[in-house]
């Protein structure tokens, strides 16, 4: 079985990589994850992000923008260097972006306005936004609603919810991040049952390394860490749930992420 995955939530450049980032992309290739796409979390780990994919072409991109937990360091300064980020080729969504009310380590009104003041910044550069919403579903959707047909596309990324917000998303016209969640059957119970009604073409995996380390792996690896290495994994469970190969599940994401992320093949 030869797969050829994209990791399209990889947060490559956190601290825990550090000591065998390295070892850990070999480990990735090594499993047919060929492609991964970093996310950028705030300003400093957007432009880390972005740096380490510009040192690995065709093998990573990055994503360039502020979580809502640190929507509160958004300020002017941070659109002007954002928008640099965007400008470059391997940077290739907004993001990530969105709300958080179940932390809330920024104040709501704070996070809406980042997440407007970003969102705007996808439309500047005509790049795809990549998403993240936690509690907040009702204000998320107002605040995407309100950008219309403005937006080139996004990802509700490390989607946990049930028919009714997969609908909704759907509807939008984003694609749906899947992760570790969906491993997870006591936590993950309305996600796997969302995940056999998500369409072959909306479809998306991920990681979200070094969290959410799915919790059915065997044997369990020795380390809480997850690694980008553990997607054929997470790939398999979705298939399960979706009634296919794994294959399958493999060659319909790959073309998602190629296509929403507009990759260039090498
Ligand atoms: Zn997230």
Request: proline letters at 4%; glycine letters at 4%; a positive charge.
């Given at each position: 079985?030869?797969?050829?995955?994209?990791?399209i939530g990889s947060n490559l450049t956190h601290d825990s990589f550090k000591?065998?980032?390295?070892?850990?992309?070999?480990?990735?290739?090594?499993?047919?994850?060929?492609?991964?796409?970093i996310t950028g979390a705030d300003l400093a780990g957007s432009a880390q992000a972005a740096a380490l994919a510009?040192?690995?072409?065709?093998?990573?991109?990055?994503?360039?923008g502020v979580h809502p937990h640190h929507a509160q360091s958004?300020?002017?300064?941070?659109?002007?260097?954002?928008?640099?980020?965007?400008?470059r080729p391997q940077v290739v969504a907004v993001g990530e972006c969105g709300l958080d009310y179940y932390r809330d380590l920024?104040?709501?009104?704070?996070?809406?306005?980042a997440f407007i003041a970003q969102l705007e910044l996808a439309v500047q550069t005509d790049k795809p936004v990549?998403?993240?919403?936690?509690?907040?579903?009702?204000?998320?959707?107002?605040?995407l609603e309100d950008f219309g047909g403005r937006l080139k596309g996004g990802v509700a990324h490390c989607f946990?919810?049930?028919?009714?917000?997969?609908?909704?998303?759907?509807a939008l016209g984003l694609y749906i991040g899947i992760t570790g969640w969906a491993c997870d059957e006591r936590r993950g119970l309305e996600l796997r049952k969302s995940v056999p009604h998500i369409p072959a073409n909306r479809l998306l995996i991920e990681t979200d390394a070094p969290y959410l380390l799915p919790r059915n792996m065997?044997?369990?690896?020795?380390?809480?860490?997850n690694e980008p290495g553990y997607l054929p994994h997470i790939a398999a469970t979705v298939a399960r749930l979706r009634g296919e190969n794994v294959e399958a599940v493999g060659a319909a994401t790959t073309r998602n992420a190629v296509a929403l992320f507009a990759l260039e093949e090498s």
């Open positions: 079985m030869s797969l050829d995955l994209i990791d000591a065998d980032r390295d070892a850990v992309m070999a480990r990735a290739l090594q499993a047919g994850v060929r492609r991964q796409i510009a040192d690995h072409p065709s093998r990573l991109w990055s994503t360039a958004f300020d002017a300064s941070h659109g002007a260097a954002l928008l640099e980020l965007l400008r920024s104040p709501r009104a704070v996070q809406r306005a990549f998403l993240h919403q936690r509690d907040a579903h009702q204000d998320f959707l107002a605040v946990t919810g049930g028919r009714t917000e997969l609908e909704a998303y759907l065997i044997p369990a690896p020795t380390s809480r860490r």
